[in-house]
């Protein structure tokens, strides 16, 4: 059993240029969420999802597109990096009907922009 | 408004002494968790333990405790017989309802950084 899935690990981009951050589980949760990690700040949450077709903005949405085509996955979307973008991403889920359910984090993508 | 506080420095811990991490908490919501994960040098988030607002008890895990309380907004942390693999990392967070879509936002704190020395 994988849990989520986080590709790539570590990814280095110029300003101005676009990537999709992957994520994928295997635990058929239909919760799915973006995170972002910096230092000093703890986790925000960027963008989330309750199922295939479901998504909405999270407290630092600005910058990041997603979709939810299916219950698997949920990619995230830079579509003009910025350094301002550097951090590191955690992808989390857990399922809908059991609201004590530790989400299951990914290993997280160190993104850095320059 | 800040959700979670943990404002504690970085602690030294002795190995097998037990340790306490405080965090506080705000919410209107009276339904509500309470999450700590931890996060050792290698940047895994691990779930430790929950506590739900409406629970009667304070959740235990193993060596993880959590002391609930409600009227003070408190949800403190306790690792008993502290190991050296607890170095680490520790973020509280809290789950409130969102109107729309069910709960399903995870508020963090800042984190507080634990090192159990020999």
């Known amino acids: 059993n994988a849990g989520v899935t986080q590709t790539p690990k570590f990814q280095v981009l110029k300003t101005g240029q676009s990537m999709t951050l992957q994520c994928a589980q295997d635990m058929n949760h239909e919760y799915m969420s973006w995170y972002r990690q910096d230092p000093g700040m703890g986790l925000r949450l960027i963008h989330y999802s309750v199922g295939a077709g479901i998504t909405d903005q999270g407290e630092v949405p600005n910058g990041y597109n997603v979709s939810r085509s299916t219950t698997e996955d949920f990619p995230l979307r830079l579509l003009s990096a910025a350094p301002s973008q550097t951090s590191v991403y955690f992808c989390?889920?857990?399922?809908?009907?059991?609201?004590?359910?530790?989400?299951?984090f990914g290993s997280g993508t160190r993104l850095t922009v320059v | 408004a800040q959700k979670i506080t943990q404002t504690q420095p970085g602690m030294f811990v002795q190995e097998k002494e037990a340790v306490t991490l405080d965090c506080t908490y705000d919410t209107s919501d009276p339904s509500y968790g309470l999450f700590w994960y931890k996060q050792p040098s290698s940047g895994e988030m691990i779930f430790l333990i929950y506590?739900?607002?409406?629970?009667?008890q304070n959740a235990t895990e193993g060596r993880y405790s959590l002391n609930f309380q409600k009227a003070r907004k408190s949800a403190n942390l306790v690792i008993s017989a502290s190991q050296l693999g607890d170095s680490a990392m520790y973020f509280c967070a809290m789950r409130e309802a969102i109107f729309r879509y069910g709960n399903n936002r995870l508020a963090f704190g800042k984190g507080n950084q634990v090192v159990v020395i020999p």
């Open positions: 989390a889920s857990r399922p809908q009907y059991d609201s004590g359910y530790g989400y299951t």
């Open positions: 506590q739900g607002s409406y629970d009667q």
